[in-house]
């Protein structure tokens, strides 16, 4: 296995792909009604693991391009600023802003958790024991029995915030029993099935490739595809009058979260945006019984996205490998002067050419291995010879 900036360069295409196939397949009804919401967090899985590991597999085709890539590799690696010893590419500038650009997305998410953290660390916990119950009821495996629980009329929505210390965060809102049960298997569910580290991972995906158009949705379809795991487990959980009730009490949340302003920052919601479309779909689902449906045949559908995710490493485009300055050391073979490499003088030092104008590398002093090589004083001089 072999990581190369080529096979990166493949997995963030890729990446992108699987992104935007969540994105549609989220979209189809037919899909969702027959298997229900395993596709999608196949598909999320997948599309995490091929960013994690950008490899070259054994069965990695290499193609080796002698032309197209080659020409653009050298458009983005020739340098077009040379201040003294500091020569400017294009590349080395799109890669400073990229890198300077997701270090001010993430310190800016950072500072917002931080805040957020200690805000909540100054509010006092629930003493209604009333929810401290249903929390105990909904919670059929013991895990958060030392839960805090916190009632503001600012927070927009129900959400669990935390994975080592969870707090669990709800609106000043009326919530009838049924409603107040579904809410909290909803949240557990989130905490049970580790959605915090998806969502963060996710998230820090979408952050790394802030300049990616086929990335911004990623955030956004993880949590709702999230929301809609944790639907399912409502379902599992609660009979068909329950399951109405928890859908009146997302009704209450969605009319109550336009009044107010505290939205967690890396936390599951109960209502994490306010698309529409988005939502009538979690309601179908649920109210069309879909997820409970028995006809769903998993083992179909996921040889086919394995081999899709397979695929993805089955070709990796290359450009044809030219000699390096580097490539020349102490104790190797001297070229001649007919190799093809020549050097052009420059103000601070030497560029490094092959025929006919292929850039190579730059050098402050010609070296030992190299000292046959022509020295000419522009490309043009050297075409002439």
Known sequence: MDFTVFS???????????????????????????????????????????????????????????????????????????????????????????????????????????????????????????????????????????????????????????????????????????????IFVHEISHYTYKHHFIKLIAEFISICFWWNPLFRTLSAETAHTLEMHSDKAVCSRLNAVQQKKYIDGIVKVISNKKYNNIAPSFSNSLVEEMDTEKLQQRFHMILGNYYQNKRKAHFVILPFILSIFLLSYAVVIQPYSEPEASDYEEGMEIPDEDCGLYFVKTKDGYDLYLYPEKFIDHMDEIQDTLQKLRVYSSTEEANKK
């Open 8 to 182: 990166f360069a493949m997995a963030v295409v890729w990446t992108g792909i699987f992104a935007k196939l969540i994105s549609v397949l989220r979209k189809r009804m037919s899909i969702l009604q027959y298997f229900s919401v395993y596709p999608l967090l196949i598909l999320l899985l997948f599309c995490i693991l091929r960013i994690i590991l950008p490899l070259e597999l054994p069965y990695t085709i290499v193609i080796k391009s002698e032309n197209i890539v080659p020409m653009v590799q050298d458009f983005f690696r020739t340098p077009f600023i040379r201040l003294g010893n500091i020569h400017i590419s294009l590349m080395l500038l799109i890669s400073i802003i990229w890198i300077l650009g997701a270090i001010v997305i993430l310190l800016r998410r950072l500072w917002n958790y931080y805040h957020f953290k200690r805000f909540l660390n100054f509010l006092p916990a629930s003493e209604d024991k009333r929810l401290y119950h249903f929390v105990k009821k909904a919670d059929t495996y013991g895990r958060l029995h030392h839960v805090k629980i916190i009632v503001r009329s600012e927070v927009e929505s129900p959400a669990i915030v935390g994975c080592i210390h969870p707090v669990v965060l709800l609106p000043k809102i009326a919530f009838e029993d049924d409603e107040l049960l579904g």
